[in-house]
């Protein structure tokens, strides 16, 4: 966990770097996308399982980011706002595809299939075998739940961001946010507990 | 730039408007984040080399942004959806944008004020114009004739009684009844309407005392004409009477 001071400059750089886009230094720009590229595209990966489709992802977002940047009301980190925009776009793409889950016979890393296999589990291709299904149901049964909690457990998760700066990034009181939590994981686990219709 | 990216606790929840309720609860929910954090764990994650440059590419083909971008999204894809999402945009940049551009929030406030403006218009037009096909407009001609005198309070009284004449006006029938009352002495009550004829509404107004069961009901039939304000509506008797005094 970063401390609040590290946090602050960086908040402090980010809006610099915003206000310097929006002054007109379109390369400015480069500056956010190097800082958030690494945590926009793991989030993306995280629910599609595939690497190059959530870089697609990750590039769409950065553009609308890049698009509606005078939009952007600078509560909380611009990484939060960014995440949700790429959170939102990333659980849209898993929704309309077809879950398909792609395996390697060789148990080596896929990234052209849908849901790549991590390299082979103690050289066990059925223990990652049951890994990917496991993790393709976990990724369906969050693109099931309904909105706010499928964004909210997304964020948490997926982008990894605090509960206060997802406050901050959808407007919400914290303890809303909590409850959203709680409620979210609570469906998905029961969720699981029937298991998730593919 | 994640402020948090430890394992989930269960102390995040504390403080949640709906608490946590029981260790079974709270369990359920852990159990749920294990597994969300074992799929995190296993992902893909790095992006290419290359993925910056990517970016910034697609972003070479984008217009710049400007405190106006709520408008070029508009411009872009003229949807209901979009418009919504700029007004929305420009008024969160206008009211809660601290720290922008004082030119940027200006412009999106002039924005979301065009955007009142023309939806009270276009809404007032609208209401206007559904008011007008539904008659509205119509039913109250009648009294824009009024309103002239309705200016001067003082003539405002001199109304009424151009409203109750109508109803008065059937005494003009009431002078008949001396003819009504020939036939209480001819003896015939039933000969006695059928000479008056038409008029025969005309004794129920007055000379009911001997014709009772055709008088009666005449009497109730003389408030009609009271009851709608109109002579139009009973031209026999107000009609003349009504507009006599009217």
């Keep these: ?198 | 730039m994640t402020a948090d990216r430890g394992r989930f606790r269960s102390d995040e929840l504390s403080g949640a408007d709906e608490p946590v309720v029981g260790d079974a609860d709270m369990a359920r929910a852990l159990s749920a984040a294990r597994a969300l954090e074992g799929l995190t764990e296993r992902s893909p994650s790095d992006p290419g080399a290359d993925f910056v440059d990517r970016v910034m590419a697609a972003v070479e083909r984008e217009p710049a942004p400007s405190a106006t971008a709520a408008l070029a999204v508009v411009r872009g894809r003229p949807r209901l959806g979009t418009f919504a999402a700029s007004v929305r945009a420009a008024w969160a940049l206008a009211f809660a944008g601290v720290g922008r551009p004082i030119g940027a929030r200006a412009a999106a406030l002039g924005y979301v004020l065009v955007v009142a403006v023309l939806g009270a218009s276009l809404t007032g037009a609208a209401v206007y114009g559904a008011a007008g096909a539904l008659g509205l407009f119509d039913d109250r001609s009648p009294v824009p004739s009024e309103p002239a005198p309705t200016v001067d309070p003082s003539v405002g009284p001199t109304l009424e009684p151009s409203v109750m004449p109508t109803p008065s006006g059937s005494p003009g029938p009431t002078v008949e009844p001396s003819a009504t009352t020939e036939p209480d002495k001819t003896g015939a009550p039933s000969a006695s309407p059928g000479a008056s004829g038409a008029p025969s509404a005309s004794p129920g107004a007055s000379g009911a005392p001997t014709s009772d069961p055709s008088g009666t009901p005449e009497t109730s039939a003389s408030p009609d004409p009271s009851d709608s304000p109109e002579p139009s509506d009973t031209p026999d008797p107000s009609g003349s009477g009504g507009s006599g005094p009217g």
């Design chain 1, 1 to 198: 966990m970063a401390s609040r001071d590290m946090t602050g400059a960086a908040e402090a750089d980010e809006r610099a770097m915003v206000r310097a886009v929006l002054d007109g230094d379109r390369n400015a720009f480069r500056g956010l996308v190097e800082l958030e590229a690494a945590s926009v595209v793991r989030s993306c990966s995280r629910i599609l399982g595939d690497l190059h489709e959530a870089e697609d992802v990750a590039q769409e977002a950065f553009v609308i980011a890049f698009r509606s940047l005078a939009t952007w009301r600078g509560e909380g980190p611009f990484g939060a706002w960014l995440a949700r925009i790429a959170v939102r776009l990333a659980v849209r793409r898993a929704a309309a595809r077809r879950a398909v889950t792609w395996l390697d016979p060789g148990g080596g890393t896929r990234e052209d299939g849908a849901a790549g296999l991590p390299a082979a589990v103690g050289g066990d291709p059925v223990a990652a075998t049951l890994r990917a299904e496991r993790d393709t149901t976990v990724r369906s049964a969050v693109a099931r739940l309904d909105e706010p909690y499928r964004e909210v457990v997304a964020l948490r998760f997926f982008a990894e961001r605090s509960l206060q700066e997802i406050a901050d990034a959808t407007g919400r009181p914290l303890g809303t946010v909590k409850t959203h939590l709680h409620r979210g994981l609570a469906r998905l686990r029961a969720a699981l507990d029937e298991g998730v219709p593919r």
